[in-house]
C-alpha cells in the first residue's frame, strides 16, 4: 500500500486541475514558504508521473506526465524530464510551493 500523509493545499495542485500549462502554475516559493506532503513508500520505487497523482498534486497520470515533461518538475533539486523516472525513498519530489517527501513505509 502507498499512502500520502499530511496533505495540505499545495497552489500547483489548484493549477493542475485547469489544465497544467506555464501560465497556469505558480513560481517556486522560497524555502520558508513550501508546504511539505510525506508520501509513505512500501515498495522499491514509484514512478514519478504516478507520485504526482497519487499525492494529489493533479488528477491523473496523463496529466503528471504533462507537467514532468513541461520542466516544473524537480527530483532532489534537478529538473527532471524523465516522466516514468524511478523515485525512491529518500528522494524529494518539488512542484510549485509544494515538496513531496518520499520516505519508506515502517
Known amino acids: 500500500m502507498i499512502a500520502a500523509s499530511g496533505v495540505t493545499q499545495c497552489h500547483a495542485g489548484d493549477a493542475l486541475h485547469r489544465r497544467a500549462s506555464p501560465a497556469n502554475l505558480p513560481a517556486p516559493a522560497d524555502a520558508t514558504t513550501m508546504q511539505t506532503i510525506d508520501f509513505e513508500l512500501?515498495?522499491?520505487?514509484?514512478?514519478?508521473?504516478?507520485?504526482?497523482k497519487l499525492v494529489g498534486l493533479c488528477d491523473s497520470?496523463?496529466?503528471?506526465?504533462?507537467?514532468?515533461?513541461?520542466?516544473?518538475v524537480r527530483v532532489d533539486g534537478a529538473v527532471e524530464l524523465r516522466k516514468t523516472c524511478k523515485i525512491h525513498a529518500g528522494q524529494r519530489v518539488q512542484l510549485g510551493d509544494c515538496i513531496v517527501r518520499v520516505i519508506a513505509a515502517a
Do not use: Y
Open 42 to 52: 512500501d515498495r522499491d520505487h514509484v514512478e514519478l508521473n504516478q507520485l504526482l
Open 61 to 72: 497520470g496523463g496529466a503528471g506526465k504533462a507537467l514532468v515533461a513541461s520542466g516544473h
